[in-house]
């Protein structure tokens, strides 16, 4: 059993945790946490091992009555491997703590591409990440257009993507962020540096992103538009093509699915753990071929798809299985694919 610690328990921390525990070929080693708030409890509730990042508040846990296995410095030396979920700019910090206990591990899309050797999707360069030491699972947005990328320049070639982000304001946790009644260009730069995120996975794609965000905390939604190489035969063709992906779902008409909320309900109705949705949801009637010319729209809930790409991150730079193994049996673990 591959024993992994997980840094940072907070929206992505906790998920991959889970996620780790529904696996037949890892257990969670135990998860480092900042403060004895409820979050904190959570873990203790689930019975993960608990490590304390700040020695000096590691008598706040105890009044808290949570009990702590150790430092995050005893977890790291403990795991094979390390999932680093801590907020933007802390995976880096962290990086030399990692490298003194010579264990391997991810970090999220937060931080900067320089963070690891690889940027990682799953369905775009899984065998990559075989021979690092540390690794970048990129962000919601760049792991949801990677996916959708990935096939349909396998298939037709790509000569350009143009893709309007339209963005959450923050998670639902995140109290403070907004707006609260405002759609704000962000960044007003184009293009946005969602774009140049995608090329550190597809360095070769020429894509260009605009950014805005709104007042939202439910899901991302992308207006895309890719120009291809090569005409498809039909667009049901691409639509065949795009539904033998089984982490982007294909959302029919008759569904009655007509946004975020609708999508956030049926991952409720359907038992989802915290109603996430890890697969990309695609607007079946939003594909549209005019000529080279592909468009659709689809939506991307940012605090979980993610999750399935850290499991296979996991696998690849163990070594576990190779990338289509590690995906099915991801899919299967989580029940991926509605
Ligand atoms: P978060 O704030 O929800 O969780 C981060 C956790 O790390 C918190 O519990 C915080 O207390 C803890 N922490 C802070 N400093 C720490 C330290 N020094 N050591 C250990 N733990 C520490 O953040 P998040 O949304 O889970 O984001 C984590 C990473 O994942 C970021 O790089 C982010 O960009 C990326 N990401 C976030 C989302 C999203 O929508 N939330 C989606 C994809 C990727």
Not at 114 to 131: I, L, P
């Amino acid at each position: 059993m591959l024993r992994v610690g997980i840094n940072g328990y907070g929206t992505i921390g906790k998920r991959v945790a889970d996620a780790v525990r529904s696996q037949p070929d890892m257990e969670v080693a135990g998860v480092a946490k900042v403060s004895p708030d409820y979050v904190a409890l959570g873990a203790a509730e689930a019975e993960y091992p608990l490590y304390a990042v700040d020695e000096d508040r590691i008598d706040g846990f105890h009044e808290a009555g949570i009990e702590l296995a150790g430092t995050v410095d005893e977890l790291v030396a403990d795991s094979d491997v390390v999932v680093d979920a801590t907020p933007s700019g802390i995976g880096e910090q962290n990086r030399p703590l990692y490298e003194r206990h010579d264990t391997p591990a991810l970090f999220q899309g937060g931080e900067d591409a320089t963070v690891a050797e690889v940027s990682f999707n799953a369905r775009a360069n899984y065998e990559e990440a075989a021979d690092a030491d540390y690794v970048r699972v990129v962000s919601c947005n760049t792991t949801g257009l990677s996916r959708l990328v990935a096939p349909i320049h396998e298939d037709y070639g790509i000569e350009k993507v143009r893709t309007t982000l339209v963005r959450r304001g923050g998670d639902p946790n995140q109290t403070g962020r907004g707006p609260i009644n405002d759609a704000l260009p962000d960044p007003v730069s184009i293009p946005s540096h969602h774009g140049p995120d995608v090329q550190t996975v597809f360095p070769e794609l020429d894509i260009d992103t605009i950014g805005l965000k709104v007042p939202t905390t439910m899901m991302h939604v992308h207006a895309v538009n890719i120009t291809l190489e090569e005409e498809p035969d039909s667009v049901e063709a691409v639509r065949e093509r795009l539904r033998e992906e089984n982490r982007l779902l294909l959302i029919p008409d008759y569904a009655g699915i007509d946004g975020a909320g609708t999508l956030k309900d049926l991952a409720l109705d359907a038992g989802r753990p915290r109603g996430d949705i890890w697969e990309n949801c695609i607007w079946e009637e939003s594909l549209t071929l005019e000529g080279k010319d592909l468009y659709c729209m689809q939506a991307i809930h940012q605090e979980s798809d993610v999750v399935p790409e850290n499991i296979d991150a996991i696998r690849s730079v163990t070594g576990l299985l190779d990338g289509p193994e590690s995906r099915t049996l991801t899919d299967e673990t989580l029940g991926i694919g509605l």
